[in-house]
Protein backbone atom coordinates (compact mmCIF):
# COMPACT_ATOMS: atom_id res chain seq x y z
CA UNK A 1 0.00 0.00 0.00
CA UNK A 2 3.02 2.27 1.00
CA UNK A 3 4.33 1.93 -2.60
CA UNK A 4 0.60 2.86 -4.03
CA UNK A 5 0.86 6.10 -2.04
CA UNK A 6 4.44 7.01 -3.30
CA UNK A 7 3.58 6.48 -6.90
CA UNK A 8 0.22 9.09 -6.28
CA UNK A 9 1.70 11.26 -4.35
CA UNK A 10 4.30 11.47 -6.69
CA UNK A 11 2.82 11.32 -9.70
CA UNK A 12 0.04 14.31 -8.62
CA UNK A 13 2.90 16.20 -7.49
CA UNK A 14 4.80 15.85 -10.87
CA UNK A 15 1.63 16.71 -12.83
CA UNK A 16 1.65 19.91 -10.37
CA UNK A 17 5.18 20.57 -11.60
CA UNK A 18 4.36 20.47 -14.93
CA UNK A 19 1.33 22.57 -15.51
CA UNK A 20 2.88 25.42 -13.29
CA UNK A 21 6.13 24.78 -15.11
CA UNK A 22 3.97 25.14 -18.57
CA UNK A 23 2.22 28.66 -16.59
CA UNK A 24 5.54 29.79 -16.50
CA UNK A 25 7.44 29.37 -19.55
CA UNK A 26 4.78 28.55 -21.95
CA UNK A 27 1.11 30.00 -21.33
CA UNK A 28 2.44 33.41 -20.18
CA UNK A 29 4.45 33.61 -22.90
CA UNK A 30 2.15 33.23 -25.41
CA UNK A 31 -0.94 35.30 -23.56
CA UNK A 32 2.13 38.37 -23.26
CA UNK A 33 2.61 37.95 -26.91
CA UNK A 34 -1.11 38.33 -27.62
CA UNK A 35 -2.42 42.08 -28.47
CA UNK A 36 -2.89 44.13 -25.33
CA UNK A 37 -6.01 43.17 -24.83
CA UNK A 38 -6.25 40.08 -25.93
CA UNK A 39 -3.03 38.94 -23.58
CA UNK A 40 -4.75 40.24 -20.73
CA UNK A 41 -8.12 39.23 -21.02
CA UNK A 42 -6.59 35.64 -21.39
CA UNK A 43 -4.70 36.48 -17.90
CA UNK A 44 -7.93 37.52 -16.71
CA UNK A 45 -9.64 33.99 -17.50
CA UNK A 46 -6.41 31.86 -16.74
CA UNK A 47 -6.66 32.95 -12.99
CA UNK A 48 -10.27 32.55 -13.14
CA UNK A 49 -9.66 28.76 -14.25
CA UNK A 50 -6.50 27.45 -12.50
CA UNK A 51 -7.81 29.65 -9.37
CA UNK A 52 -10.61 27.59 -9.12
CA UNK A 53 -8.31 24.51 -9.47
CA UNK A 54 -5.00 24.59 -8.23
CA UNK A 55 -6.00 25.05 -3.95
CA UNK A 56 -7.14 21.26 -4.21
CA UNK A 57 -4.37 20.21 -6.22
CA UNK A 58 -1.67 22.18 -3.95
CA UNK A 59 -3.37 21.37 -0.76
CA UNK A 60 -4.19 17.24 -2.26
CA UNK A 61 0.29 17.29 -2.76
CA UNK A 62 0.72 18.25 0.62
CA UNK A 63 -1.67 15.85 1.75
CA UNK A 64 -0.63 12.84 0.32
CA UNK A 65 3.42 13.87 0.92
CA UNK A 66 2.38 14.38 4.84
CA UNK A 67 0.84 11.01 4.60
CA UNK A 68 3.45 9.05 2.90
CA UNK A 69 6.17 11.00 5.57
CA UNK A 70 3.72 9.72 8.26
CA UNK A 71 3.19 6.17 6.84
CA UNK A 72 6.87 5.41 5.93
CA UNK A 73 8.09 7.04 8.62
CA UNK A 74 10.25 4.09 9.03
CA UNK A 75 11.22 3.69 5.78
CA UNK A 76 14.43 5.03 4.30
CA UNK A 77 13.47 8.44 2.29
CA UNK A 78 11.54 9.62 4.96
CA UNK A 79 13.75 12.48 5.15
CA UNK A 80 13.43 13.42 1.72
CA UNK A 81 9.32 13.39 1.90
CA UNK A 82 9.25 15.64 5.10
CA UNK A 83 11.53 18.34 3.41
CA UNK A 84 9.97 18.08 0.04
CA UNK A 85 6.36 18.18 2.10
CA UNK A 86 7.83 21.33 4.27
CA UNK A 87 8.44 22.94 0.64
CA UNK A 88 4.99 22.20 -0.11
CA UNK A 89 4.38 24.36 2.85
CA UNK A 90 6.38 27.12 1.34
CA UNK A 91 4.70 26.81 -1.91
CA UNK A 92 1.04 27.32 -0.30
CA UNK A 93 2.37 30.17 1.83
CA UNK A 94 3.69 32.01 -0.73
CA UNK A 95 0.26 31.24 -2.85
CA UNK A 96 -1.72 32.67 -0.58
CA UNK A 97 0.43 35.37 0.76
CA UNK A 98 1.86 37.00 -3.00
CA UNK A 99 0.15 35.10 -5.74
CA UNK A 100 -3.63 35.17 -4.99
CA UNK A 101 -3.99 38.43 -4.23
CA UNK A 102 -2.76 39.44 -7.24
CA UNK A 103 -4.50 36.49 -8.91
CA UNK A 104 -7.65 37.71 -7.28
CA UNK A 105 -7.33 41.04 -8.65
CA UNK A 106 -6.38 40.15 -12.14
CA UNK A 107 -9.11 37.54 -12.44
CA UNK A 108 -11.85 40.37 -12.48
CA UNK A 109 -10.15 42.98 -14.84
CA UNK A 110 -11.86 43.99 -18.15
CA UNK A 111 -9.77 46.62 -20.84
CA UNK A 112 -12.25 48.74 -19.18
CA UNK A 113 -11.72 48.51 -15.70
CA UNK A 114 -7.74 47.00 -15.39
CA UNK A 115 -5.60 49.56 -13.23
CA UNK A 116 -2.86 51.72 -15.30
CA UNK A 117 -0.45 49.16 -13.38
CA UNK A 118 -2.02 46.01 -14.54
CA UNK A 119 1.22 44.67 -16.32
CA UNK A 120 3.67 45.47 -13.44
CA UNK A 121 1.40 43.79 -11.72
CA UNK A 122 1.29 40.29 -13.51
CA UNK A 123 5.19 40.96 -13.89
CA UNK A 124 5.33 40.69 -10.09
CA UNK A 125 2.98 37.94 -9.92
CA UNK A 126 4.78 36.42 -12.87
CA UNK A 127 8.09 37.25 -10.54
CA UNK A 128 6.97 35.47 -7.69
CA UNK A 129 5.33 32.16 -9.62
CA UNK A 130 9.24 31.42 -10.86
CA UNK A 131 10.29 31.23 -7.46
CA UNK A 132 7.52 29.31 -6.84
CA UNK A 133 8.32 27.20 -9.61
CA UNK A 134 11.60 26.37 -8.78
CA UNK A 135 10.26 24.96 -4.58
CA UNK A 136 7.68 22.99 -6.28
CA UNK A 137 10.54 21.57 -8.56
CA UNK A 138 12.87 20.77 -5.87
CA UNK A 139 9.79 19.02 -4.05
CA UNK A 140 9.05 16.89 -6.68
CA UNK A 141 13.03 16.22 -7.13
CA UNK A 142 12.82 15.34 -3.34
CA UNK A 143 10.13 12.83 -3.80
CA UNK A 144 11.36 11.08 -6.79
CA UNK A 145 14.97 10.77 -4.97
CA UNK A 146 13.04 9.33 -1.95
CA UNK A 147 11.59 6.35 -4.22
CA UNK A 148 15.10 5.07 -4.69
Given at each position: ????????????????VGVEF??????????????????????????RMLGA????????????SAIWA???????????????????????????????????????????????????????????????????????????????
Open positions: MLNALEVVTTVVVGLLSVAFIMNRILDALPEDSGQLGHAHGGLMPFWYIGSLVLIAGRHHHGTGLVVVAAALLIVSVVMSILLLVPINNRNKTWTPENRPADWKEQLNRWGRYHYVRVAVLIAAFTLLVAALA
